[in-house]
């Protein structure tokens, strides 16, 4: 058994090296609307209210880590999880990102009933 190596070391080639200060854009979505209030939870992303009732939080993410802990906050909030999927976006948009967070409402307002505006 020369020249036999016991140990080996294992590679993880399937994801290739990554500046530390390069983010991935996450896209979020959750079952139902979150109140202007959660912003400050979701410090970075953006909140954006669709008219299906879903809310889309979107922004950069740090790493894996950083990700698990959103997702933990999306649990603490007791709100139905439909999917995560991170978002590529252009050069351009990445250096116009706005890292302020902004509660954009995609639905139309209707009127109440009787209301004569």
């Not at 090296?17 to 970075?44: A, C, M």
Request: charged share 20%; with cysteine; glycine share 6%.
């Amino acid at each position: 058994m020369t020249g036999y190596k016991r140990y080996k070391v294992m590679v993880n080639n399937s994801e290739p090296t990554k500046n530390p200060s390069q983010t991935v854009n996450y896209q979020i979505r959750i079952k139902g609307h979150l109140d202007s209030q959660w912003s400050d939870w979701f410090e970075g992303l953006t909140i954006t209210l669709e008219d299906n009732g879903d809310t889309l939080l979107i922004g950069p993410v740090i790493d894996q880590a950083a990700l698990h802990g959103l997702l933990k906050k999306v649990r603490d909030l007791g709100m139905p999880l439909i999917s995560v999927c991170p978002v590529k976006t252009s050069q351009k948009d990445a250096a116009n990102a706005n890292p302020s967070i902004s509660i954009h409402e995609t639905h139309s307002y209707r009127s109440i009933k009787g209301d004569t505006k």
